[in-house]
């Protein structure tokens, strides 16, 4: 993937989660969220599983990420559960080991938090499906670093750039790289016609200060 379809491609992968209904709008009747945040936006990127073009598009898009900013990448980790299958496919694209990170340790067995063979030192990349305050996801990349491994980064399908997740990667000094973000999929769903005009400053609103959003 050339440079210039990697600076399209926050507008193409927002385009394709719009046209498979894995993210829909409600400017006007939100969504309530399992934290009981009121959102005017719902987002599961776990249907790009099921449209073989887009998560082409996606598997293209982070191999191409990791070629170019993590280019001695020595592991491919996907974050349980949205990340796993797309580890899977970037690390065959790539030829490289693939891991996946748990949100916690088995309670029997090898009480793995980390499945697959890795070793002390080893470069490994996280992959994500979305990132919204970012907590989840560090928690796996920390999870990497303390078994040993240098976490290179992590990288998502989607983040709704709070500031809350921006201020919580540079504390824990953990790089975070994205295909498509809020601001993309608002400009292609303004230009499409999924929402109106006038439903973009309420969009942006939410994204300023979710917490006031719908009170």
């Not at 989660?17 to 709008?25: D, Q, S």
């Not at 790539?94 to 980390?114: C, F």
């Not at 499906?129 to 976490?151: F, H, M």
Request: a negative charge.
């Amino acid at each position: 993937m050339s440079t210039s379809n990697l600076e399209q491609l926050p507008r193409e992968i927002a385009k394709g989660l719009l046209e498979i209904n894995a993210v829909a709008l409600r400017p006007n009747d939100p969504f309530t969220w399992t934290s009981g945040m009121k959102s005017p936006i719902y987002c599961d990127n776990r249907l790009t599983m099921s449209y073989p073009a887009i998560r082409e598009m996606i598997a293209e898009g982070f191999a191409a990420i990791i070629r170019d900013r993590y280019p001695d990448c020595e592991a491919v980790a996907g974050i349980a559960t949205g990340g796993i299958p797309h580890a899977a496919w970037v690390a065959q694209k790539l030829n490289l080991p693939m891991l996946y990170v748990r949100d916690k340790a088995k309670g029997h067995g090898k009480t793995n938090q980390i499945e697959g063979f890795f070793k002390s030192g080893q470069k490994v990349v996280l992959i994500e499906d979305l990132i919204s305050t970012g907590g989840s996801s560090l928690k796996a990349a920390l999870a990497v670093r303390e078994a040993g491994c240098e976490v290179q980064g992590v990288v998502a399908i989607f983040t709704y750039q709070f500031k809350i997740a921006t201020d919580a990667f540079a504390a824990e000094n953990v790089e975070l790289q994205t295909l498509s973000n809020y601001s993309s999929l608002i400009e292609v769903a303004a230009e499409n016609g999924t929402v109106q005009t006038s439903d973009i400053a309420v969009l942006q609103a939410w994204r300023e200060n979710p917490q006031a959003f719908g009170l």
